[in-house]
């Protein structure tokens, strides 16, 4: 069973290690940048939208557990924005641990996260994933998500 916990400020710094450099890595594949130049936007874009951490007023920041006898196994993290007026969440991040991966857990979070949020009268979710990410399409896909728009971009310096 996956349960969802509220991130600790201790365990912050490790979200954030993982997520700019994930980012940062994203951007670069996606908009062409220098790996430099790719982490010094990853890291601006997360300080402003994550100004006060995991204390972000608007903002959820979540571990993900599997609960396993004897003991609970922290496997990935999820972040997120509710949109009370509008029904809907944005999930801003979804990450299952490497170990943790090819075992299933990410379609099993997305269901209990469906679970969790239909019981908040959430009606939708919302995200946005890169391109040449085809694990987590193929997820998200497998889950029932479907494709409302393609995300462009061109460089027009030199």
Same mark, same amino acid.
Request: hydrophobic share 35%.
């Given at each position: 069973?996956?349960?969802?916990?509220?991130?600790?400020?201790?365990?912050?710094?490790?979200?954030?290690?993982?997520f700019i450099s994930d980012y940062a890595n994203e951007i670069q594949s996606n908009y062409r940048l220098s790996p430099a130049?790719?982490?010094?936007?990853?890291?601006?874009?997360?300080?402003?939208?994550?100004?006060?951490?995991?204390?972000?007023?608007?903002?959820?920041?979540?571990?993900? %557990?599997?609960?396993? #006898?004897?003991?609970? @196994? &922290? /496997?990935?993290?999820?972040?997120?924005?509710?949109? !009370?007026?509008?029904?809907?969440?944005?999930?801003?991040?979804?990450?299952?641990?490497?170990?943790?991966?090819?075992?299933?857990?990410?379609?099993?979070?997305?269901?209990?996260?469906?679970?969790?949020?239909?019981?908040?009268?959430?009606?939708?979710?919302?995200?946005? %994933?890169?391109?040449? #990410?085809?694990?987590? @399409? &193929? /997820?998200?896909?497998?889950?029932?998500?479907?494709? !409302?728009?393609?995300?462009?971009?061109?460089?027009?310096?030199?």
């Amino acid at each position: 069973m996956i349960a969802f916990r509220s991130m600790t400020e201790e365990e912050y710094p490790a979200f954030l290690e993982y997520f700019i450099s994930d980012y940062a890595n994203e951007i670069q594949s996606n908009y062409r940048l220098s790996p430099a130049e790719s982490l010094v936007r990853a890291t601006n874009e997360i300080s402003g939208t994550l100004a006060a951490g995991v204390n972000t007023p608007g903002q959820v920041l979540l571990c993900l %557990v599997e609960r396993s #006898n004897p003991t609970d @196994r &922290h /496997i990935g993290y999820l972040w997120y924005k509710p949109d !009370t007026t509008m029904g809907s969440v944005f999930i801003y991040d979804f990450h299952i641990f490497n170990s943790c991966q090819g075992m299933g857990l990410g379609k099993q979070t997305l269901r209990a996260f469906e679970e969790h949020l239909r019981e908040k009268d959430f009606k939708e979710i919302r995200l946005r %994933v890169a391109g040449d #990410n085809a694990r987590a @399409r &193929h /997820i998200y896909e497998s889950s029932g998500f479907g494709v !409302t728009g393609v995300n462009m971009s061109k460089v027009i310096t030199d």
